[in-house]
């Protein structure tokens, strides 16, 4: 049994001038734990109370059954709550009249897993109102659109997950299937695609006194609608990325990363650039 609580205040403030506004909101959480043989069991519970959209409750079951050796299923409900922000509602893109999304959420999940393999597939269905998207222009004093809302969406696909060590590398790679779309209209949500596949592989070589873990990941995403209508098509795009790590100290990690390797020029909405090559070095440390 594993019982938690939290309280949580968070405050937000937008000043740009003439715009100062501000906001607040307190929530309290509840959750419950069990594992006992081949059961695992989660319960959730939270209230918010926003000041100036008021209280909402939101929770979820969760429950796993490990039915063979190696196999277990999975399934779950929940419901969701997320006020728009300070810009969203309130910047040149904004509507002071946006309201908060509102969702209800249930999946059901396979999972298998032997020695250094495992595979997962899932597959869910969010059902949302008021959903917050980035719509046309009109409503606002923005150009190129402004911020809207939905008014019924579903959200529903399927996920694949797996993994497997071979040899000295291990492999993993997941694909995600979707179907975004608006209730009301029946066409797929703006800027958002429908397929999703991500491969990964990394190894440990040693390098003098220095163990490297060096990893590769290809993601691949396909096109994606530009506007509500879906008129503009945003092409998909593949990327390769590269990262490395090393303990130099105790409790202490360097780290360095190469994104979008191929310099790769791509779009994720109309008009706005994504970063082309980019190259981190960072320093971790982790505390005990």
């Known amino acids: 049994h594993r019982f938690t609580a939290a309280l949580e205040r968070r405050g937000d403030a937008l000043v740009n001038d003439p715009i100062d506004r501000s906001r607040h909101q307190n929530g309290v959480a509840l959750g419950y734990g069990y594992t006992g043989g081949p059961h695992t069991l989660q319960l959730n519970l939270r209230h918010d109370r926003d000041s100036e959209?008021?209280?909402?409750?939101?929770?979820?079951?969760?429950?796993?059954?490990?039915?063979a050796p190696g196999w277990r299923v999975t399934g779950a409900v929940g419901t969701a709550f997320r006020v728009p922000?300070?810009?969203?509602?309130?910047?040149?893109?904004?509507?002071?009249?946006?309201?908060?999304?509102?969702?209800?959420?249930?999946?059901?999940?396979?999972?298998?897993?032997?020695?250094?393999?495992?595979?997962?597939?899932?597959?869910?269905?969010?059902?949302?109102?008021?959903?917050i998207n980035?719509?046309?222009?009109?409503?606002?004093?923005?150009?190129?659109?402004c911020y809207e809302n939905a008014?019924?969406?579903?959200?529903?696909?399927?996920?694949?997950?797996?993994?497997h060590r071979l040899g000295a590398v291990n492999l993993s790679g997941s694909l995600d299937v979707q179907q975004p779309k608006d209730r009301q209209t029946g066409q797929l949500l703006a800027r958002r695609a429908q397929r999703l596949l991500k491969l990964a592989a990394d190894t440990r070589v040693a390098a003098?006194?220095?163990?490297?873990?060096?990893?590769?990941?290809?993601?691949?995403?396909?096109?994606?609608?530009?506007?509500?209508?879906?008129?503009?098509?945003?092409?998909?795009?593949?990327?390769?990325n590269l990262y490395a790590s090393t303990r130099i100290a105790r409790q202490?990690?360097?780290?360095?990363?190469?994104?979008?390797?191929?310099?790769?020029?791509y779009q994720l909405a109309?008009?706005?650039a994504t970063p082309p090559r980019t190259f981190f070095v960072g320093l971790r440390w982790t505390g005990r």
């Open 252 to 265: 202490w990690d360097l780290l360095a990363r190469i994104d979008n390797l191929g310099d790769k020029s």
């Open 53 to 67: 959209f008021g209280g909402q409750t939101t929770g979820g079951v969760a429950y796993g059954y490990a039915f």
């Open 270 to 272: 109309r008009g706005y």
């Open 208 to 240: 003098g006194s220095l163990d490297w873990t060096l990893g590769a990941e290809w993601q691949a995403v396909s096109h994606r609608w530009d506007d509500a209508a879906n008129t503009q098509r945003l092409g998909g795009y593949g990327l390769v």
């Open 134 to 145: 980035f719509g046309a222009p009109g409503p606002c004093a923005g150009m190129f659109g």
């Open 151 to 163: 008014g019924r969406a579903v959200l529903q696909g399927l996920t694949l997950t797996g993994a």
């Open 85 to 131: 922000t300070l810009y969203q509602r309130f910047s040149e893109y904004g509507q002071p009249a946006l309201q908060p999304e509102k969702g209800r959420n249930v999946e059901l999940g396979l999972h298998w897993a032997q020695g250094a393999s495992r595979f997962g597939v899932t597959a869910y269905r969010n059902r949302v109102t008021n959903l």
